[in-house]
């Protein structure tokens, strides 16, 4: 049995085809029926392959949560069209362009241009005790963003991360790549579920946790 | 309500709600070492009457805060692409001049060397026998060396251009958009001019060139490298280069103020180009 989704993401039928979806403005051409659903596109989103795999998330909406990597806007749109506050953090500025006109139609999304790297640069904007952090950064040292914004979870809260293998070195095996990322976690977090996410996303493994 | 140790402080702290400026100033510069419960510290200290308050506030401070960055940072973004068009355009007239010292250099030595970067390239490929060939040889490797620089400092011009200003590189071409910025100094002083001192852009170079004696007499900007313009029959190229320089400079201004592409406005520059042309035709 799959885990049900949170309150604020169902399936809906999209040109005959049953897909995840939100409600809110449309971000990336998607479209959006007549109730204001929008699908969201799992190919394009690792939060939302998590999804469609049936992880189980502790997602139940209107979480609090700390967006690493928000790039475009993407999936964070998706996330604050179903959870409460929503900080997200990105730290290139043409996609961080993007992102402010995707907050701009959405009161509880946060954009800041900050380094995940450096959360003393933005822990006097992001509140403490969130429900969830979501980790999509896709660089270098994915182990140490997500152990540096531990301290932003509260004790049961849930790290979602999507681990790119070829971040860490473009030569290793990802099998060997997600081990040492894994180990570098434990020192903070217990890891609840890991899966891989080939089915959408090449070399990528997502990463269910917890404080320790 | 300021008195906490600011050390510890939110970005609210101190802050008079109703201003956007000095919070989005916070917001950017503020740094702390643990997070709080910020919505509760701001109640608590009168700053928001309650969380709904806080979060809309919240949410106009970090929007305006991180536009304000994203705009700075492409602001050193377009002074990185002034650097490798201007180093571009350096490495070209550099490698032109040696290659022409080389061809009358190599000439003295060989019969039939051909000019430009192609003669040294030929040159380089010569197995040098005496002391003589082989400086000529190794200088026909510097311009050859210097030319494929000239090349990747193209290459960067065209994939960085779209990004610093992604209407200005569709409308103009990458490299051309790159000049303009660099010839007005940064994106944002190019937003900011008429589009009558776009279109003459670069004319003063060319005069200054053309006193040294090696153009010929200028009467246009570097708008008029452009195919719009160049291409335009001579009795229209006066309005061609009037209408080109009007929407590059709104190209521009949409560039540095929202940074999106807006597909307007190139229809817009189509269809008077359109219309330009017809004009001669009909005549
Ligand atoms: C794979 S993309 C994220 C896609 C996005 N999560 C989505 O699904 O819509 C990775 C993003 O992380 C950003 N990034 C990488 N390192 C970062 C860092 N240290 N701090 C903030 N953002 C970072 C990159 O600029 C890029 O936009």
Redesign the pocket.
Same mark, same amino acid.
């Given at each position: 049995m799959s885990p049900s989704l949170p309150d604020g993401v169902e399936r809906r039928s999209f040109d005959g085809r049953e897909r995840l979806a939100t409600r809110g403005e449309p971000v990336y051409g998607e479209p959006q029926d007549d109730d204001g659903w929008r699908p969201w596109d799992a190919g394009?989103? &690792?939060?939302g392959a998590m999804l469609e795999l049936g992880l189980d998330l502790g997602l139940d909406g209107g979480e609090r949560v700390l967006?690493?990597? !928000? !790039? %475009?806007?993407?999936?964070?749109s998706h996330v604050a069209d179903f959870a409460g506050p929503t900080y997200a953090?990105?730290? %290139?500025p043409r996609?961080a362009r993007d992102l402010l006109d995707v907050a701009a139609s959405r009161e509880n999304l946060f954009p800041l241009l &900050? $380094? *995940?790297?450096k959360p003393e640069t933005y822990a006097h904007v992001v509140e403490s005790g969130l429900d969830c952090i979501?980790q $999509?950064? *896709?660089?270098r040292g994915q182990g140490t963003?997500a152990l540096r914004n531990n301290r932003f979870l509260a004790p049961d809260g849930r790290l979602l991360a !999507?681990i &790119?293998a070829r971040s860490e070195d473009v030569l290793s095996d990802p099998a060997d790549v997600f081990p040492d990322v894994l180990a570098d976690l434990r020192t903070e977090y217990e890891i609840l579920d890991t899966q891989r996410l080939d089915r959408y996303h090449d070399d990528h493994l997502a990463v269910v946790a917890t404080p320790k | 309500m300021s008195g906490s140790n600011p050390e510890h402080a939110g970005w609210f702290t101190g802050l008079d709600p109703g201003d956007v400026e000095a919070a989005a100033t916070a917001i950017s510069e503020g740094e702390t070492g643990e997070p709080q419960n910020w919505p509760e510290q701001a109640v608590q200290s009168g700053f928001a009457g309650d969380e709904d308050e806080y979060y809309s506030v919240l949410h106009e401070a970090t929007r305006r805060a991180t536009r304000e960055a994203v705009t700075e940072r492409e602001r050193a973004d377009d002074q990185q692409l002034t650097h490798a068009v201007s180093a571009m355009d350096d490495a070209e007239r550099t490698a032109n001049e040696l290659a022409e010292r080389l061809a009358e250099w190599a000439g003295s030595l060989e019969r039939d060397v051909p000019t430009g970067i192609e003669g040294a390239r030929a040159v380089a490929s010569w197995s040098p026998e005496t002391p003589v060939q082989e400086r000529v040889v190794s200088l026909a490797e510097r311009v050859v060396d210097l030319d494929a620089e000239r090349a990747d400092l193209r290459s960067f011009v065209e994939s960085h251009a779209p990004e610093v200003a992604p209407n200005l590189a569709a409308m103009a071409g990458p490299v051309l958009a790159a000049r303009l910025i660099a010839l007005a100094g940064g994106l944002e002083s190019l937003a900011k001019k008429p589009a009558g001192t776009v279109q003459v852009l670069g004319a003063e170079d060319a005069l200054f060139a053309h006193l040294r004696g090696h153009a010929s007499s200028p009467k246009h900007g570097v708008i008029f490298t452009h195919e719009y313009v160049r291409g335009t029959p001579t009795e229209n190229r006066g309005s061609a280069a009037r209408a080109f320089a009007g929407k590059l400079a709104i190209a521009a201004r949409i560039d540095h103020y929202s940074g999106a592409y807006k597909q307007s406005v190139h229809d817009d520059l189509d269809d008077r180009m359109a219309t330009i042309r017809s004009r001669e035709a009909g005549e």
């Amino acid at each position: 049995m799959s885990p049900s989704l949170p309150d604020g993401v169902e399936r809906r039928s999209f040109d005959g085809r049953e897909r995840l979806a939100t409600r809110g403005e449309p971000v990336y051409g998607e479209p959006q029926d007549d109730d204001g659903w929008r699908p969201w596109d799992a190919g394009r989103s &690792k939060l939302g392959a998590m999804l469609e795999l049936g992880l189980d998330l502790g997602l139940d909406g209107g979480e609090r949560v700390l967006y690493l990597g !928000a !790039a %475009a806007g993407t999936t964070v749109s998706h996330v604050a069209d179903f959870a409460g506050p929503t900080y997200a953090v990105e730290f %290139a500025p043409r996609p961080a362009r993007d992102l402010l006109d995707v907050a701009a139609s959405r009161e509880n999304l946060f954009p800041l241009l &900050k $380094d *995940a790297r450096k959360p003393e640069t933005y822990a006097h904007v992001v509140e403490s005790g969130l429900d969830c952090i979501v980790q $999509d950064v *896709a660089t270098r040292g994915q182990g140490t963003v997500a152990l540096r914004n531990n301290r932003f979870l509260a004790p049961d809260g849930r790290l979602l991360a !999507a681990i &790119k293998a070829r971040s860490e070195d473009v030569l290793s095996d990802p099998a060997d790549v997600f081990p040492d990322v894994l180990a570098d976690l434990r020192t903070e977090y217990e890891i609840l579920d890991t899966q891989r996410l080939d089915r959408y996303h090449d070399d990528h493994l997502a990463v269910v946790a917890t404080p320790k | 309500m300021s008195g906490s140790n600011p050390e510890h402080a939110g970005w609210f702290t101190g802050l008079d709600p109703g201003d956007v400026e000095a919070a989005a100033t916070a917001i950017s510069e503020g740094e702390t070492g643990e997070p709080q419960n910020w919505p509760e510290q701001a109640v608590q200290s009168g700053f928001a009457g309650d969380e709904d308050e806080y979060y809309s506030v919240l949410h106009e401070a970090t929007r305006r805060a991180t536009r304000e960055a994203v705009t700075e940072r492409e602001r050193a973004d377009d002074q990185q692409l002034t650097h490798a068009v201007s180093a571009m355009d350096d490495a070209e007239r550099t490698a032109n001049e040696l290659a022409e010292r080389l061809a009358e250099w190599a000439g003295s030595l060989e019969r039939d060397v051909p000019t430009g970067i192609e003669g040294a390239r030929a040159v380089a490929s010569w197995s040098p026998e005496t002391p003589v060939q082989e400086r000529v040889v190794s200088l026909a490797e510097r311009v050859v060396d210097l030319d494929a620089e000239r090349a990747d400092l193209r290459s960067f011009v065209e994939s960085h251009a779209p990004e610093v200003a992604p209407n200005l590189a569709a409308m103009a071409g990458p490299v051309l958009a790159a000049r303009l910025i660099a010839l007005a100094g940064g994106l944002e002083s190019l937003a900011k001019k008429p589009a009558g001192t776009v279109q003459v852009l670069g004319a003063e170079d060319a005069l200054f060139a053309h006193l040294r004696g090696h153009a010929s007499s200028p009467k246009h900007g570097v708008i008029f490298t452009h195919e719009y313009v160049r291409g335009t029959p001579t009795e229209n190229r006066g309005s061609a280069a009037r209408a080109f320089a009007g929407k590059l400079a709104i190209a521009a201004r949409i560039d540095h103020y929202s940074g999106a592409y807006k597909q307007s406005v190139h229809d817009d520059l189509d269809d008077r180009m359109a219309t330009i042309r017809s004009r001669e035709a009909g005549e």
